[in-house]
């Protein structure tokens, strides 16, 4: 399954697997599963007729997913045969993911082909950090701050025009960190302390900015228009897990400040494209999870893709332990060449319909969808000239 980094059955029989070790383990996993998945718990006889109901709603079988369970005598043969999912419903799905397989292959190739041709055009439209102070920052009497300057909004995106881009990814860069990233902005979605800023290598503000600017707006645009959620501060990482240590999602970890992200850097997409290494802050072990559909934005205009996580990664953390893994993660944005040892922030999004992180065919074909969508209401075309259509020749 593409949730599992291509591995589609995991074989546990003749085990000796428990209750217990389904709840804790097994039922999670299953939970995390996005496309057809085979489970083999075939022969394991310390699994009881208690576990029975929580198995069968724990199967997505909508997605051709099934568990062999045949061998487990404390359970019903009913469960038995629902769980094996052999029904047509069940083939079709198998089906439709092999046909989402090879066209996920044929544009992963074809993205791959393009990569110094993407280069080559973004290479005039590239820009360094943007550094916009808010009212906590210190400034002396006089002094302009970074990005304050009141810029007339442009009427329409400037195609073609060198000045008026630059000029107009800075102001989407201060517009989006003014709202996100900053505690005064409507949109910041982080519980703080007396920092009142989002935790170390966390912001949104940028991709906001960038994903506006792919979709030639001349304003920031929402989360919600590109099928993104904003967090909720302070909410915890959902599901069962070990239960001596506390479970808490990377953002709650972070802003607690039980954790710290101490590098995030992404290279390439698919598997390993983001290497990601916390530190326990905390006197006590920690199970931090990073969820799927998480994001992960570029820190400047370096026009490379921004990353999302394509599979949920668990960190088991003891008290002040280092740990760094290679996290699985989806390109979001075709349009742009991929991350090149490019460090990156977490930020504030996740995505809505966790159905487009079945393959990285349906992320481009969601984000491009929309970048396209939004261009196409402009009225412009390449060349900055309004689109109006075939002019109607002269009655003779």
Same mark, same amino acid.
């Given at each position: 399954?593409?949730?599992?980094?291509?591995?589609?059955?995991?074989?546990?029989?003749?085990?000796?697997?428990?209750?217990?070790?389904?709840? =804790? +383990?097994?039922? !999670?996993?299953?939970?995390?599963?996005? $496309?057809?998945?085979? #489970?083999?718990?075939?022969?394991?006889?310390?699994?009881?007729?208690?576990?029975?109901?929580?198995?069968?709603? $724990?199967?997505?079988?909508?997605?051709?997913?099934?568990?062999?369970?045949?061998?487990?005598?404390?359970?019903?043969?009913?469960?038995?045969?629902?769980?094996?999912?052999?029904?047509?419903?069940?083939?079709?799905?198998? #089906?439709?993911?092999?046909?989402?397989?090879?066209?996920?292959?044929? $544009?992963?190739?074809?993205?791959?082909?393009?990569?110094? =041709?993407?280069?080559?055009?973004?290479?005039?439209?590239?820009? %360094?950090?943007?550094?916009?102070?808010?009212?906590?920052?210190?400034?002396? %009497?006089? =002094?302009?701050?970074?990005?304050?300057?009141?810029?007339?909004?442009? !009427?329409?995106?400037?195609?073609?025009?060198?000045?008026?881009?630059?000029?107009?990814?800075?102001?989407?860069?201060?517009?989006?960190?003014?709202?996100?990233?900053?505690?005064?902005?409507?949109?910041?979605?982080?519980?703080?302390?007396?920092?009142?800023?989002?935790?170390?290598?966390?912001?949104?503000?940028? *991709?906001? &900015?960038?994903?506006?600017?792919? /979709?030639?707006?001349?304003? #920031?645009?929402?989360?919600?228009?590109?099928? #993104?959620?904003?967090?909720?501060?302070?909410?915890?990482?959902?599901?069962?897990?070990?239960? +001596? /240590? &506390?479970?808490?999602?990377?953002?709650?970890?972070?802003? /607690?400040?039980?954790?710290?992200?101490?590098?995030?850097?992404?290279?390439?997409?698919?598997?390993?494209?983001?290497?990601?290494?916390?530190?326990?802050?905390?006197?006590? %072990?920690?199970? *931090?999870?990073?969820?799927?559909?998480?994001?992960?934005?570029?820190?400047?205009?370096? @026009? @490379?893709?921004?990353?999302?996580?394509?599979?949920?990664? @668990?960190?088991?953390?003891?008290?002040?332990?280092?740990?760094?893994?290679?996290?699985?993660?989806?390109?979001?944005?075709?349009?742009? &060449?991929?991350?090149?040892?490019? %460090?990156?922030?977490?930020?504030?999004?996740?995505?809505?319909?966790?159905?487009?992180?079945?393959?990285?065919?349906?992320?481009?074909?969601?984000?491009?969808?929309?970048?396209?969508?939004?261009?196409?209401?402009?009225?412009?075309?390449?060349?900055?000239?309004?689109?109006?259509?075939?002019?109607?020749?002269?009655?003779?």
């Amino acid at each position: 399954a593409a949730s599992c980094d291509g591995v589609t059955c995991l074989v546990l029989a003749d085990n000796y697997i428990t209750d217990d070790g389904v709840t =804790e +383990h097994l039922l !999670p996993f299953l939970g995390e599963v996005l $496309a057809p998945f085979r #489970l083999s718990l075939a022969g394991n006889k310390d699994i009881s007729s208690l576990i029975e109901q929580s198995l069968l709603s $724990a199967v997505p079988s909508s997605m051709g997913c099934s568990i062999d369970a045949r061998g487990i005598t404390r359970l019903s043969e009913n469960a038995i045969v629902q769980l094996l999912n052999e029904t047509e419903e069940a083939a079709a799905a198998i #089906l439709a993911e092999a046909e989402e397989r090879a066209l996920t292959a044929a $544009a992963c190739q074809q993205f791959d082909q393009a990569q110094a =041709e993407l280069k080559k055009r973004w290479e005039d439209e590239c820009d %360094p950090v943007v550094i916009v102070l808010d009212e906590e920052d210190n400034q002396r %009497p006089g =002094e302009d701050r970074p990005g304050d300057t009141a810029t007339p909004v442009l !009427p329409v995106f400037p195609l073609g025009d060198k000045q008026k881009l630059g000029d107009l990814r800075k102001q989407l860069t201060v517009a989006g960190i003014k709202m996100y990233d900053q505690v005064s902005g409507t949109g910041f979605a982080w519980t703080v302390g007396r920092s009142k800023k989002p935790p170390p290598r966390c912001g949104s503000g940028q *991709i906001l &900015a960038h994903f506006s600017y792919l /979709s030639w707006s001349v304003n #920031l645009r929402n989360p919600q228009d590109f099928g #993104l959620k904003v967090r909720v501060a302070g909410e915890e990482a959902n599901g069962v897990g070990q239960t +001596h /240590s &506390a479970m808490l999602s990377l953002h709650s970890a972070t802003e /607690s400040g039980a954790c710290q992200i101490e590098a995030a850097v992404g290279k390439s997409y698919g598997r390993d494209a983001l290497t990601l290494r916390l530190k326990s802050t905390s006197s006590s %072990p920690l199970h *931090i999870v990073v969820s799927a559909g998480s994001i992960f934005e570029h820190i400047s205009w370096m @026009h @490379h893709q921004n990353l999302m996580v394509s599979r949920t990664i @668990h960190f088991n953390l003891a008290a002040g332990q280092v740990e760094e893994k290679k996290l699985p993660a989806f390109c979001m944005n075709a349009s742009c &060449a991929c991350a090149d040892n490019d %460090p990156m922030y977490l930020t504030c999004f996740q995505i809505q319909d966790r159905a487009v992180l079945q393959s990285q065919s349906r992320v481009w074909n969601h984000f491009e969808g929309l970048f396209n969508k939004y261009k196409a209401e402009t009225g412009l075309k390449e060349g900055g000239k309004k689109n109006r259509g075939k002019k109607k020749g002269k009655a003779r």
